[in-house]
């Protein structure tokens, strides 16, 4: 469980770490952890402070890396020869040293405590000004030492002669020179000869061009002050060597007392770095106490901007060790236990809180359960992992942990969401830590109404705007808002009623109170669906079959005579053998067509009438009816 990545107290480390210069300091931030001492939690904090107002008053010190001078004094006190480089860190290490020792002497002006840090710094001025005077732009100066001043004369002497020596040769000999100027070649000094003219000077050929058309050639008469200028740098580099030498061995014999000005110089930065990071969120400096209490005027996330912050006003110790925290979503729950958290965990890391006033004890853990816990590589659900990390808090948990959970008893069944909740609650109770968590369940807001050292606390809602207003209410229990926002968009109040008494009972009606403005038009303006008239399609079926269409019946594929068209509800009439029957017009397909059976005019009641009804039809055609005519199928 990483607390301070939940809280993002790691992003306040961060903004810390920036701020610091040594690499030392960054180390130490990263790794900085809340104090358990009083003495020296009050100490931590009085740096902080005198860092502060010696800042606001003599602006940042000037406080130097201090990466590089350490690879320097390994060096030396392993007797090596330190570059010049390496020399010149030395150098701008005690020049810091001297401004820091200027600034703190300033600082005495304003009687701040961190001055008394001035004494514990050395200069080291003779050294200091040994390596400026010796090494300079990276070099050792030709007044080191007078040996290497003389020699450096003569170097330069004997090249001048070089080159005199050298435009005389090609002053001498200008149809031979294939240009007007010297060169040098792999450090040789030559003048450069038509090819064809090669063996008219004296000397060494050196090299050739590109194209092998001039050849250059270092003549015998210079060749001799070439070996004078080697072996006067020889001599060069064994004096240069000389004066690293001894200053590598002055730096030896003062690596203590640089390192203890590193080791001020590292401290000194971990203190104004908390100053600055006090400036840089505009901070205050906290009171500590032991007696499990916490007051914060006007406290804010340290992490968002102060000028659209909503101020915090909380208290909570003496009786009261946990709140519960209710109020809708997304109306600064999580953001108010955050920022109660975070004041009190930086005050006991020895920074300034973002606060007007804050008094703040002393805690021996802090612990939390805070965001979606999710974990797909352990199939662990959100509810499994909220749970899994409660425990975890729980099992840590004692009378002088500090204790913020959010959306207790979430992920699961309400009803046995709600009970695990209390059951939580009751633990944290039990432990005597101070506590606070965020819920919905109202369960959990009764439970604390009727619990000793437990309150109630809401987060205001702004019922006309429908947005929150990031204003907390301790000893008030909050809602949800979810009726009034709903009313507010247009739901009726039956509805609205309807939805109270399913929730908290018809008692709570009472307590709520919408505007009966919104009622349920059946007839609304909204735009209607035009719906295309539809028409009996089984009226083109008539002609799809025809009397004495031969086709076929299906899913028995038995063969029959249409005796009837299809009527109107798709249903058609066919003679099967010994029976007639009625059949939808689906369950038919066409076989033979009557055309190609029968004749045209074809009588079909031959095929399909007894002899008898054809009889009787025949009587009844000549109105001829003799009693009671009985027409059989």
Known sequence: MNIEKQIEFDKIKEKWEALAVTECAKEKIKNWSFCLSESELRRQIKDTTDSREIIGKLGEPPLPDTIEIKEALSAACKGECLTTYQLE???????????????????????????????????????????????????????????????????????????????????????????????????????????????????SVIGKSATGSTFFIEPSGIARYYEELQSLKISEENEVYQVLYTLSAMVAARVELVNNNIAVIEKLDFIFSKGKLSMDMDAAEPSINTERKIVLKNARHPLMDKNTCVPLQFKMGDEIHGIVITGPNTGGKTVAIKTVMLNCLMAQCGLHVTCETADICMNSSYLCDIGDGQNITENLSTFSAHIKNVLEVLEETDQDSFVIMDELGSGTDPAEGMGIAIAILEELKKSGCLFLVTTHYPEVKEYADRTSSIVNARMDFDKETLEPVYKMVIGEAGESCAFYIAGRLGMPGHMLVTAICSAYGEAAVKNYHFEEKNIINQNSKG?????????????????????????????????????????????????????????????????????????????????FDTVENRKLRHDMERKYIDGVIEYNE
């Open 89 to 203: 860190r030395v150098e701008k290490i005690l020049v810091a040293v001297n401004r820091l020792k200027t600034y703190l002497n300033h600082g005495k002006m304003y009687k701040n405590p961190l001055s008394g840090y001035e004494k514990d710094l050395d200069s080291a001025e003779d050294l200091r000004d040994e390596i400026s005077r010796q090494v300079r732009n990276g070099a050792v100066d030709d007044y080191a030492s007078k040996n290497l001043s003389q020699i450096r004369k003569q170097i330069v002497k004997c090249e001048e002669q070089m080159k005199q020596k050298a435009g005389q040769i090609m002053n001498t000999n200008k149809k031979y020179m294939a240009d007007s100027y010297y060169t040098f070649r792999n450090g040789r000094l030559c003048v450069p000869v038509k090819k064809e003219f090669k063996l008219k000077i004296t000397g």
């Open 527 to 607: 735009s209607k669906i035009k719906k295309t008239k539809k028409t009996n399609g089984n009226i083109n079926l008539r002609n799809k079959y025809n009397r004495g269409d031969s086709v076929i019946v299906l899913p028995d594929k038995k063969i029959g005579i249409v005796c009837e068209p299809v009527n109107e509800k798709g249903v058609l009439r066919i003679q099967l053998p010994g029976k007639k029957i009625w059949i939808n017009h689906k369950r038919v397909k066409l076989h033979v067509a009557a055309a190609e059976l029968y004749p045209e005019n074809y009588d079909f009641s031959v095929v």
